[in-house]
């Protein structure tokens, strides 16, 4: 008969396909991050690209008005072609910043990759997933990569605070709105990634 006080113990077979799901999932993220590299920096590049082209546009306009400066119908056009660069240079701008969530899901994905790694290894050796030293070394190898405040936060409500992760995920999407809304932390968001 058993008793609640027994260990659960995974034989060799689920120890094996364990091991095997961690390294997919592993695989996946690496593969997703490679291939979302190459699609945001070429996005970066043409939109750079096109920045420069839009400041080059703006100073032959202004060019062309200090020659014809006496000229009204000039005057109206070289007006309207600066405000409409200005305002897609800005959008630019815009866009650029935007890409800098990819900066930081780069980030995260790849600690995950990093403790699912790490995971897997002592997993598949019966001397270590027993060991308490092996996991308290693990755990803290995990919180050592959380170089985000969000990572770091969500770490301590996860293993510290040992909130459900549902708990966890809420509580934290609550605060990183909240964050969203002070214009400080906005400020503090954008110097803390830099792309460039």
């Known amino acids: 008969m058993t008793t609640g006080t027994e260990e659960f113990a995974l034989g060799a077979e689920e120890v094996q396909q ?3 799901i961690l390294n997919l999932s592993v695989a996946q993220i690496d593969l997703s991050i490679t291939e979302g590299d190459h699609s945001v920096n070429a996005l970066i590049d043409s939109f750079t690209y096109m920045s420069q082209h839009i400041e080059e546009i703006q100073q032959s306009s202004q060019n062309i008005f200090d020659l ?3 000229n009204e119908a000039a005057q109206s056009y070289n007006a309207l072609l600066a405000n409409q660069t200005a305002e897609l240079a800005s959008k630019m701008q815009q866009a650029i ?3 800098q969530f990819y900066d930081k899901l780069s980030q995260r994905l790849n600690h995950v990759s990093h403790g699912l790694s790490g ?3 002592i997993v598949s050796h019966e001397m270590r997933v027993k060991n308490r030293e092996e996991w308290e070394a693990f755990k803290k190898s ?3 990569g ?3 405040r969000e990572e770091e936060e969500l770490f301590e409500l996860i293993f510290d605070q040992h909130l459900p992760v549902e708990e966890a995920i809420e509580i934290m ?3 990183m709105r909240a ?3 002070e214009p400080a932390a906005a400020a503090e968001d954008e110097d803390e990634i830099e792309l460039f």
């Open 18 to 20: 364990t091991i095997l």
């Open 68 to 70: 014809v400066a006496d």
């Open 97 to 99: 910043i935007a890409f």
């Open 119 to 121: 995971l897997a290894e």
């Open 142 to 144: 995990v919180r050592k």
């Open 146 to 148: 959380t170089t985000m």
């Open 173 to 175: 999407c609550s605060r």
């Open 179 to 181: 964050r969203m809304n």
